[in-house]
């Protein structure tokens, strides 16, 4: 486990826009930063950097936190992983105890099989540099490709032995489990008690990295002709490695991306390494898969621009047109290149330095609709029909640009292009248009069912005295009173100074002294609901509250801080949201904040004035709190038993009265009395 100590210090280094900065381009808007959100499909900036505060936020899907938990939310790290990854980037030893059996046990699924992941890499990596085996066959292969041996080791390239089970026996005396193996598919086999084998046997082996330069995956490529045996094996889905969400070579290519603003997708891992070898890095690879959302979804975060690279034979320009559709659709700015007939990036890529290859990119790079256009008149020859369905074609492309000046664009070109009227393509533009919107509703409206199908299944199996935050009528104003205890926990709610004059030498000088102190937020909040027996009834809440309340006697607790840093996800993100500037207050603190500070919303001045907000805000929940008493009463009376009649309205009177005064006098000290 890490020490205190140290965690204070990553806590102190991290700087959230130089974190967030390494997965997202973010732009100055303010005094904050803004970007596009990495935790959705965001296609206008929604996620917000605040400097000020550390924290970042989106106000669209409602995910940010500290440093510390972007990190886990992003790179899917324990709290303890993610301090070492920061404690790594900030230069920041980190000293731990050897972890026991125990201890090893307790890490989580996923640690476990990065771990594991990472095991493999060096194991391989070992083989390929150092074994008469890897050597003669894995290195020798690397070489006749033409990669150079610091090529090699950048991109952690290794080899695995023919043996059936040799990297599957040593992972398991260096202490791997089976269960580990197996789930990362580093290794198969194993039914009943049997050996398992490896899956990668006799292949060179090209590591997959997450954005931060995790090992997620493998993809092995076999160097002998075996019948019935793929050339490619890579490693299966699992609780770490989605392949629609990952690309190939995107850990070494987002600096070199965010600086170009633009990224090259190739299809294959060769073709990512010998444009790096080039001299050419802005480049990822989709690993032979189809493209998918999730990985132009990662391209977008660095740059909206993206030229497609692919063969100059048929198959490879089919792929082309097959990928260009979702990029439309995620609002890239797409161009296409087709290699020289009988070159794919790999090899073209041998032949030219950077320079040479960027000016052929220039000279041969096209946007879309020329690229689709031509290549399909070229198909359809004077055949009628044919044209017609190539129009359709082209215009169902069109139709998925998001951006209406964009749109506008290609829609003149298309009518230059295929000489047609643009009238005609915006009518059948708006039709499939709204044939898509009419999709989308109908698809969304499926899964809402289905998620709430699997809300009330989940509610069935939830485990007794598990925490759930399910919101109630309480919470606004509840989450209104916790507003003030995760900022302010151990702020005075009033201090009154006084002018006091004193000598120095001659001089006479007046200052301000503080003569009184009012009890701290925390505090406050604490006694006016005990006295009351008033609880937080929303779990989460309740939590905080009583963590804060620890902290009462501390004086260097530091709420914001301590909050946004904790170890549970759901109690940093809470934080998080209620750290910013840009939480929503109540109709009638809004009002209050804007009467008296002004439009700035400061935090200086609203602190200032926490003896009003404070009192007003432990007073609106005991209103609140009345109301559903008399509503609960009334319903009662009408169902209840005759006998309990009388000890009912005398209820009902005595809280009448209360909310009577509570009306009148909101902001006042009331006490309840039940």
Do not use: W
Not at 181 to 204: H, I, M, Y
Not at 239 to 265: P, R, T
Not at 294 to 304: L, S, V
């Amino acid at each position: 486990m890490i020490d205190q100590i140290t965690i204070g210090r990553i806590q102190d280094s991290a700087q959230i826009t130089e974190v967030v900065s390494d997965f997202v381009t973010l732009r100055r808007r303010g005094v904050n930063f803004v970007g596009l959100c990495p935790f959705h499909d965001d296609r206008t900036p929604s996620f917000y950097v605040s400097p000020s505060k550390n924290i970042c936020k989106c106000f669209a899907c409602g995910e940010g936190g500290s440093p510390i938990h972007f990190v886990m939310k992003h790179e899917q790290l324990s709290y303890y992983e993610a301090l070492k990854y920061l404690a790594r980037k900030y230069n920041i030893e980190v000293i731990e105890k050897e972890f026991t059996d125990e201890e090893k046990q307790a890490q989580s699924d996923r640690e476990s099989m990065f771990i594991l992941n990472e095991y493999a890499r060096d194991y391989f990596m070992k083989i390929l540099h150092t074994h008469p085996e890897g050597k003669a066959v894995g290195l020798s292969y690397f070489r006749e490709r033409g990669f150079r041996d610091d090529i090699v080791h950048k991109f952690q390239l290794g080899y695995n032995l023919e043996q059936r089970d040799a990297f599957s026996v040593e992972a398991q005396k260096a202490g791997y489990r089976r269960d580990f193996l197996l789930k990362t598919g580093l290794s198969a086999g194993g039914e009943q008690n049997q050996p398992l084998v490896d899956r990668f046997r006799g292949r060179v082996l090209f590591p997959v990295h997450t954005l931060s330069g995790k090992v997620v995956a493998f993809g092995g490529r076999i160097l002998k002709k075996v019948e019935n045996v793929g050339k490619y094996v890579n490693s299966p889905e699992s609780e770490i490695y989605s392949k629609s969400n990952e690309l190939y070579g995107i850990y070494f290519a987002k600096s070199a991306i965010v600086k170009q603003d633009k990224c090259y997708l190739v299809e294959g891992y060769t073709d990512v390494i010998s444009m790096h070898q080039a001299g050419i890095e802005n480049v990822v690879a989709s690993s032979g898969t189809a493209l998918t959302h999730g990985q132009i979804r990662m391209i977008h975060r660095f740059t909206e621009n993206i030229t497609v690279l692919y063969d100059g034979d048929q198959a490879g320009i089919k792929a082309a047109l097959r990928g260009i559709d979702l990029l439309l659709e995620d609002g890239m700015n797409v161009k296409v290149v087709l290699l020289p007939e009988g070159e794919d990036p790999d090899s073209f890529a041998k032949k030219q330095n950077a320079e040479n290859f960027y000016r052929y990119i220039s000279d041969n790079e096209v946007d879309f609709i020329r690229f689709k256009t031509q290549l399909l008149l070229a198909e359809v020859g004077d055949d009628p029909i044919k044209r017609a369905g190539l129009i359709s074609n082209v215009v169902e492309s069109i139709a998925l640009i998001p951006n209406a000046i964009t749109r506008s664009v290609y829609i003149q070109d298309c009518s230059q292009l295929l000489k047609i009227q643009e009238r005609v393509l915006i009518a059948e533009i708006n039709k499939i248009s709204r044939r898509n919107y009419d999709k989308k509703v109908e698809q969304k409206e499926k899964e809402t069912a289905s998620s709430k199908r699997q809300e009330a299944i989940s509610e069935t199996k939830k485990e007794p005295g598990r925490k759930f935050s399910q919101k109630n009528h309480f919470d606004k104003y509840e989450l209104e009173i916790l507003r003030y205890v995760v900022r302010y926990s151990n702020t005075p709610i009033y201090q009154k100074f006084e002018k006091q004059k004193r000598k120095e030498g001659k001089k006479v000088i007046e200052e301000d002294v503080l003569v009184e102190v009012g009890p701290a937020v925390t505090e406050f909040v604490r006694y006016d609901l005990e006295r009351d027996n008033i609880t937080f009834s929303n779990d989460l809440y309740r939590q905080i509250f009583e963590e804060a309340v620890a902290h009462v006697e501390d004086p260097g607790f530091d709420s914001g801080r301590f909050f946004l840093s904790h170890p549970d996800a759901e109690i940093s993100n809470l934080a998080s949201e209620l750290m910013s500037d840009r939480y929503q207050l109540s109709k009638i603190h809004s009002k209050i904040l804007g009467e008296e500070v002004g439009d700035k919303g400061s935090r200086l001045l609203e602190q200032n004035l926490l003896s009003s907000y404070v009192p007003r805000a432990t007073t609106e929940l005991k209103n609140f709190y009345v109301l559903q008493k008399i509503e609960e009463l009334k319903k009662e009376m009408k169902s209840g038993n005759k006998d309990d009649y009388v000890t009912l309205i005398t209820e009902l009177k005595r809280l009448q009265e209360i909310k009577k005064v509570l009306s009148k006098e909101l902001g006042e000290r009331i006490v309840l009395k039940y």
